[in-house]
């Protein structure tokens, strides 16, 4: 065997080996400085609307921030929802004054269509969340890419095109490092805390 056909040979398994050292990379937590973000495209840099009706764009708004995301129906009056809202009102009461400085928390609205600035200010008056937490709308096709790059793709929505699914969920991140986690909304709120500061690298 030559030296040629050997290496040849050895390609696939070096492939394998980089793929294997990669998926470790990003299961482990980085000590070191950050090597990314939002910018380097994990997220897409659409244009939405807050609830305050300012402009923002996406990765502006993830950008060195630990943040916590989170989709909702302003109109579902399903029990799941009503009480995930109820018990994100009571996080926001944890957070206190972190809401909105050392926590980023932001809900996107699954309704993007229909739920305009002044709709959602009218949600977040039945559900006051606190005052560091940012509703956005934008088009359908940015709020479904936001979704998507959040890992809340659901294949048969995306398939017949249905109304986007109430999976009742936080993701939440630590966006520098690209530390991320998720959790059912319903958690108890002091666990959402530890997850948080978990993320942020506040706990070990």
Same mark, same amino acid.
């Given at each position: 065997?030559?030296?040629?056909? +050997? ?13 294997? #050292? ?7 937590? !980085? ?10 495209? !994990? ?23 630990? #943040? ?20 994100? #009102? ?12 050392? #926590?980023?928390?932001?809900?996107? /609205? ?9 709709? $959602?200010?009218?949600? $977040? %008056? ?21 979704? /998507? ?6 294949? +048969? ?17 630590? %966006? ?10 319903? /958690?108890?709120? %002091?666990? $959402? $805390? ?11």
């Amino acid at each position: 065997m030559n030296r040629r056909h +050997a290496l040849y040979l050895m390609l696939p398994l070096a492939g394998a080996a980089v793929a294997a #050292v990669d998926q470790l990379a990003r299961r482990r937590p !980085r000590s070191g400085p950050p090597q990314g973000g939002s910018h380097a495209g !994990r997220f897409p840099n659409v244009v939405l609307r807050t609830h305050e009706g300012r402009l923002v764009h996406l990765q502006d708004l993830l950008r060195g921030r630990t #943040v916590l995301a989170h989709f909702l129906d302003t109109t579902c009056e399903d029990p799941l929802c009503t009480a995930a809202a109820e018990n994100l #009102v009571r996080l926001g009461r944890s957070l206190g004054d972190r809401c909105g400085r050392d #926590v980023f928390p932001c809900s996107f /609205t699954l309704s993007p269509g229909r739920d305009s600035p002044a709709r $959602l200010r009218a949600w $977040l %008056e039945k559900h006051p969340l606190g005052p560091g937490w940012t509703l956005l709308t934008g088009s359908p096709w940015d709020l479904e890419a936001c979704r /998507t790059s959040f890992g809340l793709w659901d294949e +048969a929505h995306w398939r017949h095109r249905g109304p986007a699914p109430h999976a009742n969920l936080v993701v939440i991140g630590n %966006e520098p490092h690209q530390r991320w986690t998720a959790a059912s909304a319903l /958690t108890d709120p %002091e666990v $959402l $805390l530890e997850k948080i500061d978990r993320v942020a690298g506040i706990k070990s």
